[in-house]
């Protein structure tokens, strides 16, 4: 059965210094794979996807995140915290079969200091 | 587009009632899924329903069911209300066709039993 793991269940950066919230999956087929941002008293909000075109995914925000097959790992990073980055963060994945089903990993509290 | 429509927003309830939450999609969309968000727990899938029929299920008791009309809006209810149940219910859509296609969510039932 496939599964996702993020490491580190809180997260503190300082602004300006780079972000790096960390995603590993177990499958044994490369699933699909997302990440999530959900704001305080709010839904979740997509933030990119990898569907296996490039390993390397653009998303919203200025976030991004590379596919590694061989670490199975798709790790989110972004250059340059901002205050407004202060989040939680979900990395999800989906099957390639036709099971339809989203896994939700733990999710990582995203903290930025001034 | 307009994206996911939950109603309400906020529900207090006492224990032993019964609670009826609704979700309408994007339209075009017809896959809905259903979520429990709590501190404890995080996200924990409830249901998915594609074309009116429930396409998976997760691990949670009876009490919870749900449904979806022809139109893909979904209802959920929960029954018998526990202190336990309170949490922020998520609804999500996607078109459902394929498993690389993201969850659009709304913003949730924040639902408080006392």
């Known amino acids: 059965a496939q599964s996702v793991t993020q490491l580190g269940s809180h997260v503190s950066v300082s602004e300006g210094a780079l972000v790096l919230l960390r995603c590993n999956y177990s499958s044994s087929v490369p699933p699909y794979l997302f990440w999530y941002v959900q704001y305080p008293n709010q839904g979740l909000q997509l933030l990119l996807k990898y569907t296996s075109a490039a390993t390397l995914v653009k998303g919203i925000n200025g976030f991004e995140a590379e596919f590694k097959k061989s670490e199975t790992s798709f790790h989110l990073t972004k250059p340059s915290a901002h205050m407004s980055d202060a989040a939680e963060y979900f990395c999800a994945v989906s099957d390639r079969g036709r099971t339809y089903k989203y896994i939700f990993g733990t999710g990582t509290r995203l903290k930025v200091l001034a | 587009k307009a994206g996911v429509t939950q109603t309400p927003r906020y529900l207090i309830k006492t224990r032993g009632q019964q609670v009826t939450l609704s979700c309408s999609p994007i339209?075009?969309?017809?896959?809905v899924s259903w979520y429990q968000q709590t501190p404890g727990q995080g996200l924990q899938f409830l249901f998915e329903?594609?074309?009116?029929?429930?396409?998976n299920k997760g691990n949670f008791p009876g009490r919870f069911s749900g449904r979806q009309f022809s139109n893909s809006r979904s209802e959920m209810n929960v029954s018998t209300l526990e202190l336990g149940d309170s949490a922020l219910y998520l609804c999500a859509s996607s078109l459902g066709g394929l498993s690389n296609q993201p969850q659009h969510f709304g913003d949730g039932t924040r639902l408080s039993i006392l």
């Open positions: 339209s075009g969309h017809r896959s």
């Open positions: 329903y594609f074309s009116e029929t429930q396409r």
